[in-house]
């Protein structure tokens, strides 16, 4: 089974930035979509950045043109480069990847990471 493993959470003030970065382990097969959800307290898991194998991209539209998401389908990793941090970005970060396993036959699996806070104050 595919297992993620997050880095790079911290402490950053407001208009500051900040890197995370997810690896994913090996498998035979191929992660469709990799990238990141966010929780703060008190409130819903939201989408924030995701990436597909043939490079489509989703983002967020309260993170869009601050976040940037990257992905190396070859090392099974994906960052996330966040800049001009907003309070409102504080919340526990988390990597994401589905993938399905038996193709056209179902099966769809989704695999979440550790998480890693994010905490924007001043």
């Known amino acids: 089974q595919v297992q993620l493993v997050e880095s790079g959470g911290g402490l950053v003030q407001p208009g500051g930035s900040l890197g995370l970065s997810c690896a994913a382990s090996?498998?035979?097969?191929?992660?469709?979509?990799m990238g990141w959800y966010r929780q703060a307290p008190g409130k819903q898991r939201e989408l924030v950045a995701t990436?597909?194998?043939?490079?489509?991209?989703q983002i967020a539209d309260s993170v869009k043109g601050r976040f940037t998401i990257s992905r190396d389908s070859a090392k099974n990793t994906v960052s996330l480069q966040m800049n001009s941090l907003k309070f409102e970005d504080t919340a526990v970060y988390y990597c994401?990847?589905?993938?399905?396993?038996?193709?056209?036959?179902?099966?769809?699996?989704?695999?979440w990471g550790q998480g890693a806070l994010v905490t924007v104050s001043s």
């Open positions: 990436m597909t194998t043939d490079g489509s991209k």
């Open positions: 994401n990847a589905v993938f399905w396993p038996h193709g056209d036959m179902g099966g769809r699996v989704e695999v």
């Open positions: 090996k498998t035979r097969f191929d992660i469709f979509r």
